[in-house]
């Protein structure tokens, strides 16, 4: 099917849908959407007609400003890390191995990734696919793009990268649904991560992140490749440091890979495991309990988590996750095995 086909069937599904009975009716007139859609037609990069059947049925959605103007709170981690790692979620992450093992071992081939941190990252994106999101896409870039200044231009952007990504897959933007920030399928992507790293792992012709566990997986594993995965390297390993300013500072830096194992040393940090000096590492706290502190270094594979999502708390619940499902996966194949 050639683009101005597609352009044209999307055109006509569009034009089939009855108005929402909610929809913003004055929402096509805005000045801001129209200019938009002028700087799009103008461009080429979409027809009129097309962009005029999708925001006249798009519909606003305040709960979304109101979730986006919340205080940001991050939580300790002994707050934080109970709601992934759970007797639930690993079992969850279990049986989601054991029903997709020949494409998980087929990406870890491909990719290099192992299964357990493909499961684990959507197991903590979407509990294995099973909460992708109730918002339809279209609607909540809407309105970040068009109602929420602080954040307009760059959802602007996944706007446009939504809208290429529905017509390319020959898909209805205004039936695709995901998160209130407009993160989509099972591993959660937002539309420009899905138009640079979402692959075609089974073949078929599309990348199906929605319905698709294949296209999910390999994805995933992809995602992690290019942002720099390394096969079998470690991700964490736990530090002991004497905590003064140049810890502190040493914190401060969050996800940045500026100091190698060598050069920590030399400020205080010693690591409890063997890793070579050479090798780029993080330092990040963790507080265990109230007023009680566990430090940790992250090394390159921990980096390439945080590309994933930009929090330590999420990176280390990743790859604690990661290592119980593969323990809890292992050990009921060897029971399986010997009971054979």
């Known amino acids: ?7 044209r069937t999307l055109a006509v599904l569009l034009a089939l849908l009855p108005l929402s009975a909610v929809a913003d009716a004055d929402f096509l007139g805005r000045a ?46 002994y707050q934080f890390h109970p709601g992934f790692l759970n007797e639930k979620t690993v079992d969850g992450g279990v049986a989601f191995w054991q029903q997709h093992a020949p494409v998980l071992a087929a990406a870890e081939r491909r990719y290099g990734v192992p299964p357990e941190m493909i499961v684990a ?8 696919g099973g909460n992708t999101g109730s918002f339809r896409v279209a609607d909540a870039l809407s309105t970040v793009a068009f109602d929420y200044p602080r ?53 078929d012709g599309h990348r199906d992140i929605w319905d698709n566990p294949a296209d999910a997986i390999g994805s995933v594993a992809n995602y992690f490749k290019v942002h720099g995965w ?17 810890i502190d ?31 780029p590492a993080v330092l990040f ?13 992250g090394l390159n594979n921990f980096y390439a988590i ?9 990176a280390k619940a990743a790859e604690e996750l990661a290592e119980q499902i593969r323990e809890r996966y292992l050990a009921q194949t060897m029971a399986g095995t010997v009971a054979d």
């Open 249 to 279: 500072a040493l914190v401060s830096d969050k996800f940045n890979l500026h100091y190698t194992v060598g050069e920590l040393k030399k400020m205080g940090v010693v690591p409890q495991g063997e890793v070579a000096d050479n090798v």
């Open 32 to 77: 801001d959407v129209q200019r938009y859609i002028d700087e799009q037609v103008a461009s080429g990069t979409f027809d009129r007609p097309y962009l005029e059947s999708v925001f006249a049925n798009v519909e606003t959605k305040p709960a979304i400003i109101r979730a986006l103007d919340k205080p940001s709170t991050s939580r300790p981690w």
């Open 151 to 203: 954040r307009a231009q760059f959802f602007r952007g996944e706007l446009t990268e939504f809208l290429r990504l529905a017509r390319e897959e020959g898909k209805n933007p205004l039936l695709l649904k995901g998160s209130y920030a407009g993160a989509m399928g099972w591993p959660q992507f937002m539309p420009s991560s899905y138009r640079k790293w979402a692959v075609d792992f089974d073949g």
């Open 285 to 297: 706290p963790l507080e265990v309990a109230p007023g009680v502190t566990e430090y940790w270094l």
């Open 230 to 246: 390394q096969k079998g390297d470690d991700v964490v390993i736990p530090a002991v440091v004497t905590p003064g300013p140049k």
């Open 1 to 7: 099917m050639t683009r101005l086909t597609t352009r």
């Open 121 to 128: 990252i959507i197991g903590i994106e979407t509990r294995y």
């Open 306 to 314: 945080t590309r994933y999502n930009r929090s330590t708390l999420y």
